[in-house]
Every structure is written in C-alpha cells, then in structure tokens.
C-alpha cells in the first residue's frame, strides 16, 4: 500500500488499515472507534469474568470437602477435570467465534450462558433440598449428598464452564483488534494492551481471593455465589452500550483454509520446488491477503502447495484445493510452530493449578490468624499471586520494557520466548520453595505430637507459604502475559480467536495431567502398607514429595521449551507504508 497523498480526503486517511469494520462489514474511522475507550470496557467484562469464575475456582477444593464431603483426592481430582474442561472448551468456542459467529456475538451469547450457569449455581448452594446435611461430629458420619444433588450442582458448574469456553477465547483478541496494526502509535499500544488485560484480570482475581472467599467461608456459600450473579448481569448490558465504537473483524473459515494447503501439498508430493522458475513462481504469485505473509525455510514441503502445474489449469473449479498463496501456505506454518512451544509450557500448566488445590490443603491446616481472632481463609492466599501481578505489571510495563528497548532495540524490550523463559524458571523454582516450606510444615507437626491429630491447627503461621504464591506470581507476569501475546501475535489474522483458545488449553491439558499424575501417584504410594502422598490427613501424606516431582519435570520440560524456542521462527510480514512511517 502507497504512502496516502495530500490530496485524499481526511476521512479516507482516518479509515483503519488493518481489514477491521463495523458490526456489518462497513468501514471504520479510527479516530471514532477502536482504541483504549473501546478496549476498557472489554476490559472491564473480562474482569467480571475473571471474577465470577474465580469465585467458583478458588474455593471449590473447599466445598467439594467441606459441604459434599469428598475426600481430598476425588476433590481436587474433580476440580482438576472440571478446570481441564473448562480451559478446552476455547477450543470450540473460538472455532465457532472465527468462523461463524464472530467475537462479538460470541461474547453476548456466552455471557447469557455464563449467567444462566452462575443462577444455577447460586441456587445449588442456596437452597436446603439441593445441600447435603452436614457431618455429625459426635460419630463423625457424613451423609453423602443424593444423585440430584450431585447432578444438579455439577450441571451448574459445567455450564459455566462451557460459557467462559466462549467467552475467553473471544474476549482478549476483540480488546487487542481495538488497536490498529497499520498505524505505529496504535501497534504500540496494542502491546501494552496484554500488559493492562492481565492487570484488570488481577483485579478480578484479587476480589474474588479477598472478598467472596472471605463470605463463602464465613458468611454463607449462597451469598458467595450470589454476588458475582449480580455483577455478570450488570457487565453484559454496560459492555453492549460501547456497541458502536467497537471495531471487528469478520468471521471466516480457517479449518477449510488449513485443509487445503495440506491437500493441495499432498496432491504434489512429487513436485520439484528447487528450479528458479518454480521458485519465484511460489514466492511473488498475486494474493489479495490483507496482511502478506513472506515465504521461510522450514516445513518446505508444504511450499509446493504454492506452485503451479499444468495440472492446476485444467482444473480451475477446485483451484483453492490444488493451489495455495504463500500467505495461505506460511499461515500454517505458523500454527505448527506454535505448537511445539505449546507442549513445551504443559507443565506450567500443571504447576498453575496447584495453588487453588493442594496449596489451599496445606494452608488449612496451619495457623491463619493475622489480628486477634481474625483468621485468612486458606484460599484467599492466592490474592498475593494476583498482588505480585498488580505490582510487577505497572514496573514491567512502564520501567522495565523502556529500559529494556533502549539496549535491545526491540519494541517489547525483549522477545515473547525470553519473557516466557524467564516465567518458566520462577515456575520451577515455586516448587522447590513449597517442597522446602512442605518439608517444614511436617517436621512441626511431627515436633508437636500432632501427626495423628489432623483437626488441630499446626503451630505455624500460614504465611510459610507466601513466597511459592508471590513465585508464582512472577511467572504469571512473565509466562502468561508473554504466552497470551505469543499465540494471538503469531497466529494468522483470521485465526486469533484459536490461538487465544490454544493458550487457555496449556492450563486445561495441564490440570488433565495433573489428575493423571495424582491417580498415577495415589495408586503406587498407596500399594501394600505404603501411606498414599496425598493421604486425606496431611500430617501423613508427602506433597513435599510430589513438589520436588513436579520441580524435576517442570525443570526438564523448560529444557525442552529452551531447545524448541532456539529454533522458532518468528512470522515475516510483507512491509507496508501506512501514511508516512513503513510497518512491517
């Protein structure tokens, strides 16, 4: 595209140059749409959604044990899965949010979904005949809660689930698209978005680790589930006023676009794309792509879905299956590259949903008194993992990255893959420190006389466990805000929907592996007279054991991310001339 001349109209040198439109496919003016105004209030539904599902998330551990009294490894095994589900179900939803539905639509539909799901809830921990009684502590009997019961609370909560499946993949790419590839200040800015989105997210994290754990534990569960209902039925109807200002990119059909490149590679296995003449066939055929995509050198053999035989001009009714444009052709190529980065993180996604099970176990049974009689709930330790993100975000955004660019001369500071590494490390080195904090906390209570005597709090302050949550907080700073910009800046235009989705699933196959691991784990510790290491009395179970496990392979899986990132290659873009300044 031509430098605009002086001569054009303003409107036409204010329409955005990225392909983005108005809800019917119109074009746009960037100076009425689009930018941080519009980003806020997607923002702004992002963090109710954080909030209401981490209301559920944070103490689930919780009433699994506590109100349908479930052992502690079914519990965590089930909140396990229901999270695993949960972070999958992006897949579905961004394929239909990509392709038919948009991000838009997709959004409004699944938060009428999330609120029927969250209503639901609150009624299957408000009313009597859907709560099992509780435990007779004279002969210590716990009635198991009724088929109904069990059905109709899980119905519940796999409703939500599947909700926040259209919400999350859609969400973040409909704030990022609010800023305008083709115009230098506004790609700026769209990176400092991923920074921002992660620090509304804590907001909503923090007041659902401070405020509706606190009332779930100590007011009631309905009220708990009550008050992030009301604020999902608030958030829906403010983020449909900005109606107008929201700029969108239409649906298409990526599955169909990734298909043929593949057909049509398959179909000419034998084809030489070495000669002169075939290769600058492939590399300069016209495409009309908004954003080009330049040829590279790996996965070569889909390059010959790019050239064109004689073949193809006899069969011009089904060209798109036998001929591909570059574009088409290295947009899968991206994808494939993403991939082995995606195996690589699935044990930070392991290591992610320990804080909300096992962490929440440890800290139940330690001395939670901060003032006098007032004690922190167990699960409301996680508010300083969402503390060390507010504090570090802000350092990161506005110190960090400055300094960083000045020495680099790269836009972000560094690389998304040395962000990530960086996060990946912390995450190792968080379970060192609660195998270290675990090893402690059972020679206190071995020291006291309190190993047989699991319903006595253990004379150690619960805040033992303060610097695994604060680690982990900063490698969320790092890996997952370096993960979320990865997968949506490097996957195609038309397919950003899907990469947010492939982010989501590390955390979902992460918490299927971590089930698999603690039924693996259970069943051999368990065997002849061997006490299980996660043993429902803690004080005789081994999580420092299964800490130290996850430290070595979370410590080896960083390895293979180290291999893995060394031979990524970042997506190459046909440069561009926007007003007076070249984008590439």
């Not at 909560?157 to 609010?178: K, S």
């Not at 960083?404 to 420190?433: C, D, K, P, Y």
């Not at 290491?533 to 004080?539: C, G, K, S, T, V």
Request: glycine share 6%.
């Amino acid at each position: 595209m031509e430098a605009t001349s002086s001569s054009e109209s303003p409107l036409l040198t204010s329409i955005t140059k990225d392909g983005c439109t108005d809800l019917k496919g119109r074009s746009i003016s960037r100076q009425l749409t689009g930018g941080w105004k519009a980003s806020f209030l997607i923002i702004g539904v992002e963090v109710t959604e954080r909030f209401a599902f981490n209301s559920i998330y944070n103490n689930l551990l919780s009433y699994l044990t506590d109100v349908m009294h479930q052992s502690s490894a079914t519990a965590a095994k089930n909140v396990n899965v229901w999270y695993g589900v949960a972070s999958m179900l992006p897949l579905l939803g961004a394929f239909l949010s990509d392709s038919y539905l948009g991000r838009y639509r997709t959004i409004i539909l699944s938060s009428l979904v999330y609120l029927l799901g969250l209503i639901c809830l609150t009624l299957s921990t408000s009313l009597t005949f859907l709560i099992p009684p509780p435990c007779d502590n004279t002969s210590f009997f716990c009635p198991r809660p009724t088929a109904f019961q069990m059905g109709f609370f899980f119905i519940s909560l796999y409703l939500v689930a599947l909700a926040q499946g259209g919400q999350r993949p859609a969400l973040q790419p409909f704030g990022a698209e609010q800023f305008d590839d083709g115009d230098p200040t506004e790609r700026k800015h769209k990176s400092s978005f991923f920074n921002w989105w992660n620090f509304g997210l804590s907001i909503g994290l923090l007041l659902a680790g401070c405020v509706i754990v606190y009332i779930q534990e100590n007011i009631g569960w309905g009220l708990g589930f009550a008050i992030p209902t009301v604020t999902m039925a608030v958030a829906l109807p403010v983020f449909m006023c900005g109606t107008q200002m929201y700029r969108h990119k239409m649906p298409s059909s990526p599955v169909t676009r990734i298909l043929q490149v593949f057909v049509a590679a398959i179909r000419k296995w034998n084809v030489s794309i070495h000669s002169q003449a075939e290769q600058s066939l492939y590399v300069n055929r016209g495409h009309t792509e908004t954003r080009k995509l330049l040829p590279t050198d790996q996965f070569k053999f889909l390059d010959k879905a790019t050239i064109e035989i004689d073949l193809d001009r006899e069969h011009r009714t089904n060209i798109y299956w036998r001929l591909c444009t570059v574009t088409q052709v290295e947009e899968v190529k991206l994808i494939l590259r993403l991939l082995p980065i995606w195996v690589a993180c699935l044990m930070y996604g392991v290591v992610y949903v320990q804080s909300p099970t096992y962490f929440t176990k440890q800290g139940t049974t330690m001395d939670r008194r901060i003032i006098g009689h007032f004690k922190i709930a167990a699960a409301s330790m996680q508010i300083f993992i969402t503390i060390s993100v507010l504090v570090l975000v802000p350092v990161y955004d506005r110190i960090f990255v400055p300094l960083a660019r000045s020495i680099t001369r790269n836009e972000r500071g560094i690389t998304l893959l040395q962000r990530i590494s960086v996060g990946l490390s912390f995450s190792v080195l968080s379970m060192i420190v609660a195998a270290l904090t675990e090893m402690k906390r059972l020679q206190v209570a071995k020291e006291y006389g309190l190993i047989d005597t699991p319903q006595v709090t253990i004379p150690q302050s619960i805040f033992w466990l303060l610097p695994q949550y604060i680690l982990l907080g900063i490698a969320e700073v790092f890996a997952i805000v370096g993960l979320q910009e990865l997968f949506y800046d490097q996957m195609p235009e038309t397919m950003k929907s899907l990469g947010t989705a492939l982010y989501w699933s590390i955390f979902g196959v992460g918490s299927f592996l971590s089930s698999i691991l603690i039924s693996i784990i259970e069943e051999i510790s368990s065997r002849g007279k061997g006490q299980s290491w996660f043993a429902d009395n803690l004080n005789k179970a081994h999580l420092d054991y299964y800490y130290w496990l996850l430290a070595a392979l979370s410590a080896l899986f960083l390895c293979i991310y180290l291999i893995f990132a060394n031979c990524f290659i970042y997506k190459k873009e046909e440069s561009k001339v926007y007003g007076d300044q070249e984008i590439t």
